[in-house]
């Protein structure tokens, strides 16, 4: 899972008003009268005065996006559209379309230029306990995913980690379901230290790792190491976003690029890391 601790838009077609379509060719024309062909046009919004003695005026609706090109929209709304974008995706770890992947790091921009907290560290104790991704730009793909065994018998369950703010320990757990002759459940546990490197940033460093039960480290046993290079978080990991009013996600970036979206877990702490 990496350092969970705690990259726009697509061009589309643009389409000009009929009105326009017959303007002198040396004639300015404002920036904002040119939108995407997909939006629908109806009377009743305003485009600003034309040379021929009239006005007309027009209202455009822009899918979803409309309130977010005007930078009007709170923290709620834009977490209601990034959780809407995550569905589907699984995490992202098995890769996600450019389009969709865009969409998702410019929600994740405009909640991190209204992040309340821009000191989260000198409260870490506010983020102890037990935290679920939802999403991360880490992936496994290719040859990586058929050397894990990730296309056919093994599937991903949940990515956990629980923070133990007194000791500077995070456990993270990343849990496997497995199909075959014998269907059994297991989990690679990652334990790492770490601690304040500036007031929104932690160095963390990597301890210990455990797959249980062994049947599962018999399967990884050949390319654990592909494994662990995969989720090993050590390094340091910049938290971008958090909210002590409600405490329900936060949002991280680490020294290699990834950014990680976690939010509560209900599951026991102990359960998490046992």
């Known amino acids: 899972m990496g350092t969970m601790l705690a990259q726009p838009p697509i061009p589309a077609f643009h389409a000009i008003p009929p009105m326009l379509r017959n303007r002198p060719t040396n004639m300015a024309v404002a920036p904002h009268s040119f939108l995407s062909a997909t939006h629908q046009w109806t009377q009743s919004t305003r485009f600003g005065q034309y040379p021929f003695g009239f006005r007309t005026t027009y209202t455009v609706r822009v899918a979803e996006q409309s309130s977010s090109l005007i930078g009007d929209e709170t923290p709620t709304e834009i977490k209601t559209e990034l959780y809407q974008a995550l569905e589907g995706i699984n995490r992202g770890i098995f890769g996600v379309p450019s389009a969709k992947k865009a969409e998702i790091e410019a929600l994740v921009k405009q909640?991190?230029?209204?992040?309340?907290?821009?000191?989260?560290?000198?409260?870490?104790?506010?983020?102890?306990?037990?935290?679920?991704?939802?999403?991360?730009?880490?992936?496994?793909?290719?040859?990586?995913?058929?050397?894990?065994?990730?296309?056919?018998?093994?599937?991903?369950?949940?990515?956990?980690?629980?923070i133990n703010v007194a000791e500077g320990q995070a456990v993270n757990v990343i849990k496997f379901d497995v199909r075959g002759l014998n269907l059994f459940n297991g989990r690679l546990t990652i334990v790492a230290s770490f601690k304040q490197a500036s007031k929104s940033r932690v160095d963390i460093k990597y301890d210990n790792s455990t797959i249980t039960p062994v049947q599962l480290m018999n399967v990884f046993r050949k390319n654990y190491h592909l494994l662990l290079g995969i989720f090993n978080p050590e390094g340091w990991l910049e938290i971008t976003y958090c909210r002590y009013l409600d405490e329900t996600m936060r949002i991280g970036r680490d020294d290699k690029g990834n950014i990680f979206i976690l939010e509560r877990s209900n599951e026991n702490s102990l359960q998490a890391s046992s």
Do not use: A, H
């Open 111 to 162: 909640l991190e230029s209204q992040n309340p907290t821009p000191d989260p560290i000198l409260n870490l104790e506010k983020m102890g306990g037990c935290w679920k991704l939802v999403y991360s730009t880490i992936t496994i793909l290719g040859s990586k995913r058929t050397k894990l065994g990730l296309r056919d018998f093994i599937s991903l369950g949940d990515f956990l980690q629980n």
